[in-house]
């Protein structure tokens, strides 16, 4: 009868992994050698459960589902048994949960900065707009046909009031287009309209600025015209909204207490106003029950929420634009006249380039990755550690008995992994263990044993020679 250790049950193995002492047989999941005396399986085909063929996968593969595999074991949590062993750890579990709570709320926070960022993130500021204008008198002396008459400057500038941005925003980066009418009774229907020249242009044409997608941004603009008599002028100035803006339909204006705003904002204001005046269909939801209001807006009874964005279309006109009215001055006596307004722009939150860079930023994750590995190398230390001392635990309780049970399991992994039957009435025999072959197993383990201390020994004296 095979012996069995008392208080263990039938077919229980012991720990057997990170013995210091060198086992009789190959290590648990090492290539197993083939013991003297017994026929080898590689020979014998009739012995030999043939092996499934499976398709060779890159080393890179094997690579990644080796780490994925080696990280799934090494997981970070202690055993329950190595914390009642040693219970300061219970401090380094309290850390653990601490460190799943903070995961948490960053991700809780980077998903809320995410839905953040896809909104329109907007400050009111203020930009003081300067219009300015010089007067050139006639030189009849002078040669040069532009002296001899005589003209006006004048300067749109303009810059944004309390920027705490280090880099400055161009002026013209407020605005879509700049249109600067003239008196038509002094300078005729066609050439009353005057186009903004930028500042360092080389050319001042005769019709509108307007913003293209190769506009070079300025800081102001400027227009020169011959005269020599006040002129009065209205300025145009259309901002350029980001996101584009629209001045709603003066009856969906009336209606909903907008004048002008954005296409997804009319939208939510509309839903609104549905839901207060309870207009949604009570059987198919998808179906707004109009008004007399809505009746007079969309000229039909009922109508689809999903239909609205296109009925809109026909109600969303361009915003107005500021105009302001100015008077050139041409008196010698007043060189340079300069008149100052406000107007109210919306500008980017600085807040939204540090939620893009917090999103963004990866200077730490190496750092975390780093720390990670270590952990999961120090747990996975901890464990074997924890298999090595229940192997000396078990080996100084009962040394005989351990050492056949662990015997008996190594024998059974051995024929597991090589397939092979072998004859357990004979192998439980001493007599079987007196055989030639076991004196040659003894003197090669041993054998292997000392080369494997000399190369230890040779590897040690290289370094210190080096």
């Not at 999903?306 to 634009?321: A, G, K, S, V």
Request: with cysteine.
């Amino acid at each position: 009868m095979e012996r069995k250790r008392p208080g263990m049950t039938s077919g229980a193995r012991m720990p057997h992994q990170g013995a210091p002492m060198g086992p009789p047989g190959p290590p648990y999941g090492g290539t197993p050698q083939i013991r003297p005396g017994m026929p080898n399986p590689a020979l014998d085909p009739n012995r030999k459960r043939p092996a499934p063929t499976q398709p060779v996968q890159p080393p890179s593969v094997q690579n990644r589902s080796r780490n994925a595999k080696r990280r799934k074991m090494a997981d970070k949590i202690l055993p329950q048994r190595i914390r009642e062993l040693v219970p300061e750890s219970q401090a380094y579990m309290d850390l653990l949960a601490f460190e799943r709570k903070l995961d948490q709320t960053i991700m809780r926070k980077r998903v809320d900065i995410q839905e953040a960022l896809k909104r329109p993130m907007k400050q009111k500021r203020k930009l003081r707009l300067y219009i300015s204008n010089t007067f050139n008198p006639a030189k009849p002396d002078t040669e040069d046909s532009e002296g001899s008459i005589a003209s006006w400057e004048l300067r749109v500038e303009g810059k944004l009031l309390d920027d705490p941005g280090k880099q400055k925003r161009k002026f013209s980066s407020f605005f879509k287009s700049l249109v600067i009418e003239l008196d038509k009774d002094l300078y005729g229907p066609d050439n009353h309209l005057v186009e903004i020249a930028l500042k360092h242009a080389a050319k001042i044409g005769e019709t509108q600025w307007h913003r293209t997608p190769t506009t070079q941004e300025t800081d102001g603009f400027q227009v020169k015209r011959p005269g020599d008599v006040n002129v009065r002028c209205t300025l145009l100035l259309m901002l350029d909204y980001q996101p584009p803006q629209f001045k709603l339909d003066p009856r969906l204006a009336r209606l909903l207490g907008i004048h002008t705003q954005t296409r997804s904002c009319i939208i939510q204001a509309l839903w609104q106003y549905v839901k207060t005046n309870k207009l949604q269909d009570s059987h198919e939801k998808e179906y707004i029950n109009c008004d007399k209001y809505f009746q007079q807006i969309f000229d039909c009874p009922r109508l689809k929420f999903c239909e609205i964005p296109q009925r809109l279309t026909n109600l969303l006109l361009p915003p107005d634009p500021i105009v302001i009215n100015h008077i050139i001055s041409v008196d010698p006596n007043d060189q340079k006249k300069t008149a100052c307004y406000d107007i109210d722009v919306e500008v980017d939150d600085p807040l939204k380039g540090q939620m893009n860079g917090f999103l963004l930023s990866t200077a730490n994750q190496q750092e975390i990755a780093s720390l990670d590995n270590k952990i999961h190398e120090t747990i996975e230390s901890i464990n074997q550690l924890k298999i090595q001392r229940d192997f000396m635990l078990s080996f100084s309780r009962d040394p005989k008995g351990y050492i056949q049970d662990w015997i008996c399991s190594q024998n059974r992994d051995l024929k597991l992994m090589t397939d092979t039957v072998g004859n357990p009435e004979e192998e439980r025999r001493a007599e079987f263990y007196n055989q030639p072959w076991s004196q040659e197993a003894v003197s090669r383990y041993f054998y292997c044993k000392i080369q494997q201390r000399r190369q230890e020994l040779e590897q040690a004296l290289a370094m210190r020679t080096t």
